[in-house]
């Protein structure tokens, strides 16, 4: 059966396409008619917005003001309007082609998308392994919670859309000939990515210059290649001094840890920092670690005040005053990164999900954890499998384990993190079916 799906996938791909498309639109205005009705009102606001998608609310009402500023002609205001929420650009000028104000006209772009990432993934699953496990990979664009945030207003789909081509293209760059193809693609992934969270910038950059360095050494590109991917994401770095986290429900706060440090280091070595003996050397890198210990203390406590009544809180105590404070909270941070939602909080009351939304994380969250087993299954066997993918990968562990630093709530890490599971999902299933045909082999099934 498998494989008569895959032949038909690749035999009849526009069919395939066009087929998800209405798919995607018909949940849609389902979920749109039940957001509108009293059917489930506990879990929306009768208006068309879903309580799980709180920041949809926001993003709609600052498109509508949006939209009259470009009924009014003033694009120049327009465009300077809202800066760190650019996904409402989008919202706003559909709003103003359409003369439709309604949540569910962004499906002409939202559907789209998530059709994209699914062919993004599709492919790059491709060119690591097989049709068979690329099929099985596309159940994580089936998961309910990926499915619904994919219909609202939100800022996920399109990360997730960027994070999918960046996977295709940076796998398509590094397995074939680098070309202008799959240089765009990436290029297309960091603008879609850098654009719904600018805090992510110095992560990519700093993976992505160390891999293409050593694609540089190890791998058959040229000076020139690697400049292509790196110019843009220094390019990037420059561009974005400041960096915004409402992201992380911190409204108006912004992160100017690096920056200073970098200030206070470069003007130390004008005054000849060579001379600095080794204790004022120590001196100065405590006070660096100091202040990196209380910014990520601060990012804490703002979303914890931020989401006072929000259910699901970790650790909302828990503050960073040194560096050895960080490194003893970190098995920590990867558990609550990693691994929640817990077992507990599969059967308890959402506030803003109800029993339902607990019930199909949990769901969700059995699923993940036996794609994690499969994925370290694969990290024991064949560590070679995911060297294509490293910088990707390398990626979403820094911030998955940054996220249980810092947002000391189940719900956001776990809506949070969503797109950065994509690698885990990817080489997970490809280690469970390693562990089943194992399995079968040693019990003489097979």
């Known amino acids: 059966m498998i494989d008569s799906i895959v032949h038909y996938i690749n035999s009849r791909p526009i069919r395939v396409l066009f087929g998800l498309i209405l798919f995607h639109m018909f949940l849609s205005v389902i979920f749109s008619l039940i ?9 929306h606001d009768g208006e068309g917005f879903w309580h799980f998608a709180g920041d949809a609310t926001l993003y709609h009402r600052e498109a509508i003001i949006q939209t009259q500023l470009l009924n009014d002609g003033l694009w120049l205001e327009w465009f300077k309007s809202y800066k760190y929420h650019l996904n409402t650009k989008a919202i706003s000028i559909l709003y103003w082609l359409t003369s439709v104000e309604n949540p569910l006209i962004f499906e002409l772009i939202n559907g789209p998308l998530w059709v994209v990432s699914i062919v993004s993934i599709y492919k790059s699953s491709k060119l690591l392994f097989n049709d068979r496990t690329a099929l099985y990979v596309m159940i994580f664009f089936f998961q309910p919670s990926i499915l619904m945030s994919s219909m609202q207003l939100l800022r996920d789909p399109i990360l997730i859309a960027g994070f999918s081509i960046l996977c295709y293209g ?15 693609l990436i290029y297309i ?60 429900g911190i409204d108006k706060v912004i992160l100017d840890t690096v920056i200073p440090i970098k200030q ?29 210990s209380i910014r ?42 990693f691994l929640s939602p817990f077992p507990k909080q599969w059967v308890e009351e959402g506030k803003q999900t109800g029993f339902i ?26 560590p070679y499998i995911v060297t294509p993918l490293a910088p990707i990968l390398l990626t979403s562990i820094v911030i998955i384990i940054l996220l249980g630093y810092v947002v000391p709530n189940v719900g956001a890490i776990y809506r949070m993190r969503q797109g950065f599971m994509i690698p885990f999902f990817i080489f997970g299933m490809y280690g469970v079916q390693m562990i089943i045909h194992s399995l079968l082999t040693k019990f003489g099934v097979r």
């Not at 050593?214 to 110019?231: G, P, R, Y």
């Not at 206070?264 to 990196?292: G, P």
């Open 357 to 382: 939304g607990r019930i199909i994380s949990g769901f969700e969250t059995v699923i993940w954890y036996f794609l994690l087993s499969g994925f370290l299954y694969v990290i024991i066997r064949k």
């Open 189 to 248: 992934g960091f603008i879609l990515i850098f654009t719904m969270r600018s805090y992510l910038i110095p992560i990519f950059t700093i993976v992505f210059l160390f891999s293409l360095i050593w694609c540089f050494m190890v791998k058959n590109i040229s000076f020139f290649q690697a400049l292509l991917i790196i110019i843009p994401l220094f390019v990037a770095v420059q561009s974005n001094n400041h960096v915004y986290l409402g992201d992380l």
């Open 170 to 184: 940076w796998l398509d760059f590094y397995k074939n000939k680098p070309n202008w193809r799959n240089v765009i």
């Open 296 to 337: 990520m203390s601060g990012l804490r406590t703002g979303f914890f005040n931020i989401n006072k009544e929000s259910g699901s809180k970790i650790d909302s105590e828990i503050t960073f005053k040194n560096l050895s404070e960080i490194l003893n909270y970190l098995p920590i941070a990867m558990r609550n990164g």
């Open 264 to 292: 206070e280091t470069s003007s130390l070595s004008k005054q000849e920092t060579s001379s600095l003996s080794k204790q004022e050397t120590s001196s100065l890198s405590k006070e660096i670690f100091e202040k990196i």
């Open 35 to 43: 957001a509108h009705s009293s059917i489930a009102d506990h879990l």
